[in-house]
Every structure is written in C-alpha cells, then in structure tokens.
C-alpha cells in the first residue's frame, strides 16, 4: 500500500516536471514569435504554456505585455494583475498593470503602481521617473478638473486674433487664396507635407476655425443617398500614416465631388504624421463638404492624444493652443454615416444594449469627451467577437458583440449590414458575421511593424455591395511611430 502511495506520488511529480517542461517550450515558442512581432501567436503559445503552468507569473506577465502591443488592454490589465496575485515581489507585473491602466486613462491607479515600485526600488531612477512622470499627469487632470466649469468653456477661437496674424516674407509655403481652400491649395499643401515642411500657423488656424464652423452645423448621424451611378470610397483608421494616405489618393484618385470618400476615424496618434493627415482631410472636408467624409475614432479624445502622440506632435510643431482647438474640432465630429438607408458605418461598433434606434444616434449630443458607456462610447469603442451574445471587451472600455447582435440591430433597423474600422486585419480588411460586420483597415505595416496590408472600400450606389481594393505601405522619412507619446507609453510598450 506505501509503495503503490509512493508510486503514485512520483508519478504526479514526474507529471507535473513534464508539463513544466513543455510548459517552458511553449514560452520560448511564444517569445519567439514576439521578437518577430507576431503577437498573435504570441499571445497563443503564451496561453497554452498557462494551460499548463497556470501558477507562473512570468507567463502572464508576458502575455500582458503582448495583449498590450495588440491594444488588448482590458486583457493586459487582467494579465498583470493576475502576475501580481501569484506573485506580489514581481516587478514587471506592476509595469504592466500601469502601462495597461496608462493606456485606459486610469491614470491614479497607474500611480498607485509606480509608487510601489519606487517603494520596493527606492535608487531604481528609471522607476522614480516613471512615478514622477505619472504624478504629473494625475495633478494636470486634477487642475484641468478644477478650473472646468459647467458654463460653456471659452473657445480658444474667440483668443485668436487671424486678421492680424502676419505670414513673414520668407514663408514659401501654400495659402489659402482670400482665406479660402482651394484644389490648387491642397494640391502644394500635400507637397508641402511630402518634403516635411509645415504650413504657416495662420493657415492651420484658418483651416481650423472654418472646419469647426462646418462640422458644428451636421448631425450626430450623417445620412447620404447614392445615386445608381454613384460610388463612395471608404476608407479605415490612418493614425498619422501621411504617405500612406497620399498613396490612397494616388491609387484611387484625389478626392472630388464626383470621387467622394469617407474616413472613419482614427486619423491621428501613433503614427508622427498625424498633423499633416489631420490637416490633408480637414482641408478636403472644407474643399468637398458634400462630398468628403469624417467619423470621429477613438482616438479623436483628449486622453488618447495625450498618451499617443498627437498632444505631443501638434505643440512640437506649433503650440499648446493649437492643440485645444482641435480639440475642439474633435468633439463635432459626427459619429456614424447611413449610405441609402442601408449601410451604417462607424468606427468601433454595435451596443452594448439592444433596442438602440437610428433616432437614438440622431439625437446624441456629441460635443463632449465620450462617455465611460452608453451609445457613444460604444460606436467609438466596440469589437465584434465570433461567438453569439456581449462579453467584456478585451480593451477594457466598451464590449463585444456577437453575430446575433448585428443581426438584431439590421433588423430592427431595417439594414443590410455595417462598416466599421478600429483594428488591424492582416489583409486589411475583414467581413464577419456572415457578411454583416465589414471591418476596414488603412494604416498598412501599421506603427512599422504590424505586417499588414491596408484596404478601403467601394461601394456602388447601384447594388451597395462592398468591392474591397488592398495596398501596402510605402516608404516615409526616418521618424519612428509614437516619437510625440507620451514616454511612459513608449517605455510602458518595451
């Protein structure tokens, strides 16, 4: 009877060693594949390897890390704190869980992890910076909270003097002609962006006080009719990729009443060209009105230009002022588009409720960093997920919704399906539940290391069925992505 005991527990610890073992294997498959930037396998063999060692906390700390690096925040945030159950000494589980809180704009609980840190490393200077860094950002919203009131804030535009604003004799540059956009404008502008040169201040200025104007005056909901002959481009995120989207113009024609194009938000962050994306589409937007199309992302919000750059890029080039007017400008943005009462387009995606209406969209008032829930944090925000019904999305903010949801919503909605943007496919674009969730893609070897193609769409007014055109990247000056983040998301992403 001791023997077969004996027996028994050896062989459970023989078990046990060889699971570890291969437990090993699977990690160094996924590191692997993390050093080739496959994040997605990555992530696979990191899960299999805590299949079978699910007590390491070094494997969850690096599958945080790879959840981090294909913005699956809610996921990383889980990852790490679960490292952190298991081992509560591990010092990368608290980086972990403060870049994925950084990365949600959970910036006091980003805090509290640096100062345990600084407290176990009190000489680790890398460890104070990051506490210091973070501190600062949590007194910056404590101080924009205060001096925030519920009366209409002052718009930076009513401070602006443009009249008396001098262009000096040495500028070079384009200019509006009598303060207008023109064809011949955009035209040198883009050129102008192509050798990295900047436009004139005034001119930025110029271009967004009008495009403020314009924007405030449309709906919530845009709703456009194609005629049978008709066609519209559609295009997916950007993130400051400005010579990939001159080479969208290239492959599909400049943009023109009869040549209209939808942007479906995300145009800036990440990429360090964002200023000269934003600043292209804008100045189409006032050149086209009615036939050039912008969707808020997002990324077009406070929190996410502060973390990914473009906060730190439009006062590189410019000024902090600048910045609040775009600020600004963001908050106009219309939030969805309906082509022929069929096709709804927006960026993220469905609801986290059933029963939401097109009048519901029409009536959201959308001048205002986007909610924590409700509609519109959802069409900024959501996934959608293979398997019937919602879970929590791995982002952290929103849901996921199934093909049972789509379902519904198309026909309560009397709809044929939706176009949405918000993550990278690997070719570009991707159609999912059976045909009804399109997810479109235009940032190619998105931030330089993604490997994916970039895709827009044509839809014809005549069938209204998708025909879907790929593109990959193309060569830009040696300016790295995120080189404006903020440098606790450029180090928190190591």
Known sequence: MANDTATSARGRREKMAEEDTNAEKFKEKANNYFKERDY?????????????????AIYFSNRSLAYLRTECYGYALADATKCLEIDQNYIKGYYRRAT????????????????TVVRVRPNDKDAK????????????KAFERAIASDEM???????????????????????LEEGKVTMRFMKEMMECFKDQ???????????????????????????ITLKETEKITICGDTHGQFYDLINIFELNGLPSETNPYLFNGDFVDRGSFSLEV??????????????????????????????????????????????????????????????????????????????????????????????????M??????????????????????????PDVTERFLDQ????YIVRSHEVKAEGYEVTHSGKCITVFSAPNYCDQMCNKGAYIHLSGSDLKPQFHQFTAVPHPNVKPMAYANSLMQMGMM
């Open 413 to 416: 909605n009397n709809l044929d």
């Open 40 to 56: 997605e396998n990555a992530i696979k063999y990191y899960t299999e390897a805590l299949e079978l060692n699910p007590s390491s």
């Open 197 to 223: 040169k900047k436009l004139h201040r005034k001119c930025a200025y110029q271009i967004l006080i009008q495009v403020k104007e314009l924007l405030s005056k449309l709906p919530s909901l845009i709703e």
């Open 278 to 375: 934003i600043l292209t589409l804008f100045g189409f937007k006032l050149l086209l009105p009615d036939s050039f199309y912008l969707l808020r992302g997002n990324h077009e919000t406070d929190n996410m230009n502060q973390m990914y750059g473009f906060e730190g890029e439009v006062k590189a080039k410019y000024t902090a002022q600048m910045f609040t007017l775009f600020s600004e400008v963001f908050q106009w943005l219309p939030l969805a588009q309906c082509i022929n009462g069929k096709v709804l387009v927006m960026h993220g995606g469905l609801f986290s409720e059933d029963g939401v209406t097109l009048d519901d969209l029409r009536k959201i008032d959308r001048n205002r960093q986007p909610p924590d829930s409700g509609p």
């Open 377 to 402: 944090c959802d069409l900024l925000w959501s996934d959608p997920q293979p398997q019937n019904g919602r879970c929590v999305s791995k982002r952290g903010v929103s849901c996921q919704f199934g």
């Open 153 to 175: 804030k002052r718009s930076v535009v009513d401070s602006l003097d443009i009249e008396n604003m001098m262009i000096e004799d040495q500028y070079t540059g384009p200019k």
């Open 129 to 140: 910076m990051k506490y210091q860094e973070c501190n600062k950002i949590v007194k910056q």
């Open 100 to 115: 994925s809180n950084m990365a949600l704009g959970k910036f006091k609980a980003a805090l509290k992890d640096y100062e």
